[in-house]
């Protein structure tokens, strides 16, 4: 079973940065697809940003420019660089992991981001 925890959530000022990490551990198929969703109250969670085994990346339309996604294939880590916040990225963060083979989901516990104007 793969477990995922997150790190790096916080508060931060209108135009700063934040540095999300997720490290996963378990039983891993070699080809997956890691992302953030976030979720604000009342709505639906949204895909921030994923990326493959293979590097290829997909972000939302309103984070592009501005948030960074990687990982570490040899450590089955993800991140995700967001730099100048806006107060509409506040919401509680989660980290995903898609399994390749077999579509197994698992999910990460969340973690705050809350940006102030």
């Known amino acids: 079973q793969v477990q995922l925890v997150e790190s790096g959530g916080g508060l931060v000022q209108a135009g700063g940065t934040l540095r999300l990490s997720c490290a996963s551990s378990?039983?891993?198929?070699?080809?997956?697809?890691m992302g953030w969703y976030r979720q604000a109250p009342g709505k639906q969670r949204e895909l921030v940003a994923s990326i493959t085994t293979g590097g290829t990346s997909n972000y939302a339309d309103s984070v592009k420019g501005r948030f960074t996604i990687s990982r570490d294939n040899a450590k089955n880590t993800v991140y995700l660089q967001m730099n100048s916040l806006k107060p509409e990225d506040t919401a509680v963060y989660y980290c995903?992991?898609?399994?390749?083979?077999?579509?197994?989901?698992?999910w990460g516990q969340g973690t705050q981001v809350t940006v102030s104007s």
């Open positions: 995903n992991l898609r399994e390749g083979l077999s579509r197994l989901v698992s």
């Open positions: 378990g039983r891993i198929f070699s080809i997956n697809t």
